[in-house]
Structure formats: C-alpha cells, structure tokens
DNA sequence: GTGAAAGCGCTAACAC
DNA sequence: GTGTTAGCGCTTTCAC
C-alpha cells in the first residue's frame, strides 16, 4: 500500500530518471528490503534460491547502492581524505601517491582534498562538517596556528602531517627536517664547500616550522664544523617556486655574493637555483655544489643528478596510517609524535 | 519526551562523542528544528530574535551540519569529483591544480579521485555508486573502453577528458594531440632534423589514444616534409616512466641507432631522454634536439630549457567546467566534443 | 514567521 | 532464513 508511487515528497532531483533503489529491487525480487540488503551486503543467512532471485533483480534494474544513504545510516563512508595543500607540489604529490598505494591492499578508498596552503582554505577544508563525512583523515597542515587544530573534534580520527609544532593531544609525523638539513650541510661543507648558501631559508628565530628547522640544521652543521654561518647567505624565496628561486639566485650572485654551494630548502627549489646558476654562468658542482630535500622522482634525472635528502615518505606514510587505523579501530591511546628518520642520496650536483 | 537518552537503536558509533543535530539546537533554543534549518541555510523568514536565539545554541553546542544527511535529504552535496589516474604525474598534478583554481570563485567544493591508470581502478572509481555522491564529474579516462563509459548513467552530470575515442552521448574535451605532435616534429624538421625518433610513440596501426594520435602527428610531419619515417625510430616504452625512457634511448643509441632530434611524447618522457642522451655523452642541442609535450612547470627550468607543446590545460578546463556547470544545470543540449588548441613553447633543447 | 509530518535510502535489532 | 520496526539528520511541503 505504501508504494512510493505519486511521489508526495518530491524525491529530490536525482538529475533525471531515479536510481532504483533497495525497495525497487526488493519489489521485483518479492522479498523485503532487508532481505536485499542482506543479499547486497553478501551477508550469510540467506538461501541460495534467494539470493540468486535477488542477484538477478539486482542485475536487471541496476541497482548500485546508495553510499550517502549507507553512510548516513551506518556511520561510516568507507573512505578516508587526505588533506595536502596542492597537488601540483610534487611533494604533496608524491605523498599522495604513496599513501593512495599504501591503502590499496586495505581496501579502503581514498580522496584528495586541496587546501591552498592558505589558512582560510584549511579552514574551509577541514570544517567539522566536511570531515565528519570521512571514516579518518590525514591532514597536511601549513596555514594553521596549532590553537586552530587542536579546536577540531577530539574524537574524530585525524593524524596530523607536517613541520608545524602541533597540539600534544593528536597524533603527529613528521619529516626528520632538522637532521636533514644538517646531514645535507655537513656534506656540502665535507666536500668542501665553505660558502654555502640556504636558498628558502629564513633569518626569522622562530626556529619551528619546516623553514625554520631547516635552517635551524644549515646553522648546525656550521657550528659543528666550526665555521661561521654568514646570515648573507641565507635566500628567503616568499614561496617555493622554481622561478622565484631561480632570479633569487640569480640576482645573488649578479649582487656579488660569493657562493660555492647551495642548500636548498627543496628539491622544487633546488630546480630553480640550478637553472639560476647555469644563467650566470656558473657549472654545477663544479664551480658550485647544489643539495636540495624531497627526493622527488624527477630528481634523480636532472642533468647532472640532484644530491638531495630522501625523506623517506615511505615511512612517513605507514606510520600514519597506523596511527590512523589505531583511531579508526577506536583505540584511546595517548597521542604519538614521531619524527621520521632521513637519508642522503648522493648524485652529480655535489663533488 | 522522544529525547535519544537510552538509544534504543544503537547510534553509529561516530567515533565518541556524538556531534550536537538539529534537534539538540532546537531544545537549547525553544524552537523547532525547521526553524533552526532555516536559520543555519540562511532562508528569509526568520524574526531577528529568534535568529539570534538559534545562533547562539549553535555556537554553544558547536553545531555543525551533517553534510551526510544533507546530501541524502537535498539529492545534492555541493562536491564535484575530478578523477584522475594518479596525482604523481605531473600532467595530472598540474590538471587537477587548474581544475582547482577555476573552481574556486564559483564556492564549489572539489575532492580529488585517483584511478590508478588500470580499467579495474576505473571502474571502481566511477561505479556508480560512488559518483552518485558527486554533483559532478570531471572523468580524465585513460583505461576504460569507451564501451564501458557509455554504459555510466546518462544522467549524471559527467565531463570526459582524455586521448581515447568516447562515446558519441558525452561531452568530452581533449588536447589537439595530433597537431602538437606534428608541430613538434615539423619544427625539428624544420631546424634540420632528419632522424627524429619518437619515444613513446607506437608502432601499432591503431590511431586513436595519446600515443596512436601523436605518433600520428609524428608521421604527418614527415609526409608533409616529403621524408620518410623510419620504423626504428619510434621508441615505444610501456608506461611514460623517466626511468624507463631514459634506459630506451640509451639502449637504442648504444645499439647503434642514428638519431638527431627526439620527439618525446610527453615531457616526463622528455626529461628521461634527456638524461639519457647525456648518459651516452651527447649533448642537447648541440648533438640531439630535443622537443617534449605538456609544458611542465619544471620544463622551464631544465638545463637547457626544454621546448614542449604546450597543451593549454587552461582551455581545456575552462570549456570542461562550462560543459559540466550546464550539465549540472539540468540542461539537455547534445554533447559537445571539442577539441583543443595547442601551441609550441621554444626554449633551449632546439636549435 | 513557525512548526508538524513525511521521508531521502539505508541498516541494526529483534521477532518469527 | 526472512520480515518488521525504527530510525540516521536533514529538508520539502504545507498548515497555521
């Protein structure tokens, strides 16, 4: 009697002919609902003569379950976001790559959400109410004060990428920024190097935050070799473009700054004060050394090849997925924060 | 008196604390939840005291939509999905980016679904079921028959972008692949060329897809030029890797192969031969010329800069999101097929 | 201006 | 094994 027939309530706009619906299969079939939604969900108590008559109805019809209305009824969508402020920075690429990789065997569907790398654009991304509609999330985080994260829902799932200082109460990774820095120096200053410019450092104290470690390792591996870090040398580059590390280089060494290796903060940077370099007619390594950070896969076919710190993304990822299971699976333990162990890769740009 | 005190049927666990609903604002307001939905959706009707009233439960209690059960109640949920085989190359990267940026003055929301490159990873991505969660689809296809995408309902708002031949009933926007490839080629031709290898071209006869379609570009050229094109000289690697083609044409020169230009198929191709041509001790341009296509960001600042075809994502996501917004606007008008212009960027790897 | 009722499509719980 | 009931949180409809 209470077929959905005249359509009371209009059934809201579905663009076009309706997807039928559980009840549509259920009807054709002449079982319940819930005995479809028992044959749908391969759950086991149903005969086989059913089953098949469901499948079947199943078949012809089309029916495809409706995710929201699951996801709404049971509480979970099935599918975790992973938070990154721009897909074309090939770091963020790369991290989204491997963590879709890492999900594969699990099942588990994955989505890339883009935050801008701007506050407002976190803000927006990371409203409650957009991640309320994920099982778990992975979130970069670059714009947001630590306050600002620690105001987000303490029981949703949530690990935390990125080389801010976070909130103690969520679970953190992070890259092995400081040590990088240091190991991509000392070398530079091991091969030789005694003017080594920071391309994308800052001369801000603040010595949190990935420029700010970084540089932080630039000054230590100095002060371990006993030199003078000459703050001259440190190129703040406003973003991390190519091009803007490029003419910063540039006018650098035009401005007479002298020069005999580059550490940059990375690897897109590093790409632009190579180019940078061959504009002023300097050759890489020969008469200046180059190491960046990231490890990207173009990096490895540059000409000459880029000396640059691999930050093992690889382990990044599955610690925070293991970290993020453990939320998902419920568990209330304290908040880890790791910071991931880093190697150097040595190609053609260092002698 | 119908308050969710004892939970009858158990609540999905939403991971802890349950999130404050309509209902409970309209408890701690006095009103009813309808004039809470109006006042959070922003609806006229509401006395400014009762606005008030309500906003101020909804700060107290935190509240925040469900967008969950928006989407299921509304039949819309304000998210449009780009899916792309995978955000490690760059082409994609840098599609999604400009897909990104076009949609943000419109307030539309944009999550980003990677297919893997494989047939069965998108057909799970684009089974129905998830796509019905999307206003809209922007589908780059790369491994589907068009047979299959044919069989998507036709009635959910759904842009193809991509190389392959797609059914007649979609809207569909691709890169003028032909004619970049043989502008590529007719300008190396042009600046002396006569061995012009393509690498990730393809020997096969089939003239449809990215490689079919610019190797044919590739032949075009030379016809045009009255020349031959030598069979040897297309290079095809299986996946458009760096490494791979780096290894192909080192191997094809080390064997003996006369070469004095290279037409790679797209710009990751470029880099791979470039560094390979390297590996065999020849220099760009001197030696070889080198032209790629998709004008990477970081093509600019190879060394030398690398000439490419630069396949004008911006139309291409200009014309694919107007296609989409009137799909989306319910408008029934005969699918579209466009197809793009291109134009060359000279820089440093021709003569 | 405000609210009661209906129900989007699905599943947990429990009856038979 | 199968069906019935009761909603998940929201918005549409329509009465007041």
């Known amino acids: 009697m209470s077929r959905t027939q005249s359509v009371p309530l209009g059934r809201p706009r579905q663009y076009g002919i309706d997807m039928p619906t559980l ?23 149903v005969s086989e003569a059913t089953r098949q008559r469901v499948l079947a109805a199943v078949d012809e019809l089309g029916y495809q379950v409706n995710l929201t209305a699951r996801s709404l009824r049971a509480g979970r969508s099935g599918t975790i976001a992973l938070s990154i402020p721009r897909v074309d920075h090939p770091y963020f690429a790369e991290l989204a790559a491997a963590v879709t990789d ?11 959400e883009q935050t801008g790398a701007s506050r407002e654009g976190e803000l927006s991304a990371l409203s409650q109410a957009r991640l309320q509609m ?8 670059v714009g947001l004060k630590d306050s600002e994260v620690a105001r987000l829902n303490g029981d949703m799932p949530l690990v935390l990428l ?4 976070m909130p103690t109460a969520r679970d953190h990774v992070q890259l092995g920024n400081f040590e990088g820095a240091q190991l991509a120096t000392s070398y530079l200053i091991q091969r030789g190097a005694r003017r080594i410019a920071i391309v994308g450092g800052t001369l801000d104290a603040d010595h949190t935050g990935m420029v700010g470690t970084r540089t932080g ?54 790409i632009g004060v190579m180019a940078g370099l061959h504009d002023c007619g300097l050759r890489v390594p020969h008469d200046v050394q180059v190491v960046g950070f990231d490890d990207l896969d173009v990096s490895e076919h540059l000409v000459p090849g880029l000396t640059t710190v691999d930050p093992r993304v690889d382990l990044v990822v599955a610690e925070s997925l293991r970290l993020l ?11 880890e924060h790791l910071v991931m162990p880093v190697r150097l890769v040595v190609r053609g740009t260092t002698r």
Chains 1, 2 share one sequence.
């Open 217 to 270: 390792g630039w000054r230590a591996a100095h002060a371990a070799a006993g030199l003078d870090a000459d703050v001259r040398l440190v190129l703040p580059p406003a973003h991390f473009a190519m091009a803007e590390s490029r003419e910063m280089i540039r006018n650098a060494i035009k401005g007479g700054l002298l020069v005999d290796a580059v550490f940059a903060v990375t690897d897109q940077v590093a």
């Open 134 to 141: 994920y099982d778990g999330v992975l979130l970069s985080v």
């Open 102 to 112: 890492a999900l594969l065997p699990s099942g588990r569907h994955l989505v890339v």
């Open 162 to 165: 990125g080389e801010k200082p």
């Open 23 to 45: 009840k549509d299969v259920a009807k054709a079939s002449g079982v319940s609902v819930m005995t479809v939604s028992n044959v749908v969900n391969g759950r086991p108590r």
């Open 325 to 335: 299971e453990r939320r998902m699976a419920g568990e209330e333990s304290d908040a």
